[in-house]
């Protein structure tokens, strides 16, 4: 992660640990490629409660952001629910969290 300066390095490790090696923020990020027409190919996402499943390019941002709630459907052709409201919550809390650690 590129390094503020204003934060302190512990702020800096609690943030790199949030954004690089937290795999649902990860997806949350895959999520915003989609939306920008980045991110091609099978994508892996991840629910709030940490389980994982792969979509295809075949889903594209026209359904991603449809509404609130979709209904993806992963390579093994079974639909999985994404309330988007739900997903920024926990990216949210997950990001405090790390924040707060970082604080001490």
Do not use: C
Not at 24 to 32: L, T
Not at 61 to 71: C, D, P
Not at 85 to 97: D, H, M, N, V
Request: glycine share 6%; charged share 30%; no cysteine.
């Amino acid at each position: 992660m590129r390094h503020a300066r204003y934060l302190s390095p512990a702020e800096n490790a609690a943030l790199s640990r949030v954004f690089y090696d937290d795999a649902f923020i990860e997806g949350m990020g895959r999520v915003r490629g989609i939306a920008d027409h980045v991110e091609t190919g099978e994508t892996v996402l991840r629910h709030t409660d940490g389980s994982a499943f792969t979509i295809t390019a075949a889903t594209s941002s026209a359904v991603l952001f449809a509404s609130r709630l979709v209904y993806l459907t992963d390579k093994e052709g079974v639909r999985q629910p994404w309330d988007h409201l739900k997903q920024l919550t926990e990216a949210e809390r997950r990001i405090r969290k790390a924040f707060a650690r970082a604080k001490g």
